[in-house]
């Protein structure tokens, strides 16, 4: 794709009929992209904590689109167990799932600030940025391949909002020591933080060498960052305004251009352009952060068949 390629949410075709999940979606990037969905005849989950705040947000869209069709799913990204019944909330609701946008995230610690863990035993920003979306898109692999099924090619896709941390990354993904126990303090931190970013990215790329090769499964773009965004490393960004800020994850959810050019599994960053990601993205490196994410969720009994079906069994996942 040329880096002087200029896409506009005007260029969004008809989505009418599609289903589609955004976490986070209440707020900055996250609801500008559930707001341009609903125009286009989507329907919307928005995955989020606080009921309040996403029945603040639905209730501005419907300002402008009173026929909107949008809904809250509670989801705390620091709770596998709220990641487990969003999921199960959805499967019995919906027989379709479209578009699957994985946008909240966190970045809590600057400087010296104090660790924590969630009760799951991750580092908060771990669990929320990484483990929680793994684990949320693991769950939701079954009807998404399903609906792909039934559907033209390219129609269902899994969005994963990063940051362009990468770019910053001095070193590959440190598995004895993930939650970061001995990186409390800047720069060591910020380092460490860049790394995971690489892994966010490297594990999707697991997903495009394990499915169908019709299915337009993955699209990872960075959201670039804003005033009012969750990741904010990305400096030269800074100050993108949230509307342009989201236009990059929208074009990856919807546009037509992402099949014509072949762009499933690219990391793409504003506005709607490739990039190249930095450190390990093979597929060893995949295959290692897949095992390794799969040992800890088992390990804490999360993928077992409580939906009836075996995750690990899934044909998906088969080589």
């Given at each position: 794709m040329s880096d002087n390629i200029e896409w506009t949410v005007e260029q969004l075709p008809d989505l009418s009929g599609r289903v589609a999940i955004v976490t986070g979606g209440n707020s900055g990037i996250g609801f500008v992209t559930v707001r341009e969905l609903l125009k286009k005849g989507c329907k919307v989950y928005i995955a989020s904590r606080s009921q309040e705040r996403t029945n603040e947000a639905i209730k501005n869209i419907k300002e402008t689109l009173p026929n909107a069709d949008v809904f809250w799913l509670e989801y705390d990204a620091c709770s596998f167990d709220s990641?487990?019944?969003?999921?199960?909330?959805?499967?019995?609701?919906?027989?379709?799932?479209?578009?699957?946008?994985?946008?909240?995230?966190?970045?809590?610690?600057?400087?010296?600030?104090?660790?924590?863990?969630?009760?799951?035993?991750?580092?908060?920003?771990?669990?929320?940025?990484?483990?929680?979306?793994?684990?949320?898109?693991?769950?939701?692999?079954?009807?998404?391949?399903?609906?792909?099924?039934?559907?033209?090619?390219?129609?269902?896709?899994?969005?994963?909002?990063?940051?362009?941390?990468?770019?910053?990354?001095l070193k590959n993904i440190t598995y004895n020591d993930l939650n970061m126990k001995s990186f409390r303090y800047w720069p060591e931190f910020l380092v460490e933080i860049c790394s995971k970013q690489v892994g966010y990215y490297s594990f999707y790329k697991i997903i495009i060498s394990k499915t169908f090769s019709r299915w337009d499964l993955c699209n990872i773009c960075s959201s670039g960052c804003t005033l009012f965004l969750n990741f904010f490393l990305n400096f030269s960004r800074i100050f993108i305004d949230k509307e342009k800020g989201a236009i990059t994850q929208i074009f990856a959810a919807a546009a037509t251009d992402v099949v014509e050019k072949k762009l499933n599994g690219e990391y793409l960053v504003p506005y709607c352009r490739k990039m190249f990601v930095s450190g390990d993205c093979s597929i060893k490196a995949s295959e290692e952060l897949w095992d390794f994410s799969e040992k800890e969720l088992k390990n804490r009994e999360y993928l077992n068949p409580h939906l009836g079906f075996s995750i690990t069994n899934l044909d998906i996942l088969i080589l």
């Open positions: 990641v487990k019944n969003a999921a199960l909330t959805f499967l019995n609701k919906e027989l379709k799932l479209h578009i699957l946008i994985n946008n909240a995230g966190v970045l809590f610690y600057i400087m010296a600030s104090p660790y924590s863990e969630t009760k799951d035993g991750f580092e908060i920003q771990l669990q929320t940025n990484y483990f929680s979306h793994y684990f949320f898109t693991r769950l939701l692999l079954p009807i998404m391949k399903k609906t792909a099924e039934k559907e033209k090619e390219g129609t269902v896709r899994i969005i994963n909002v990063s940051s362009r941390a990468h770019s910053m990354s």
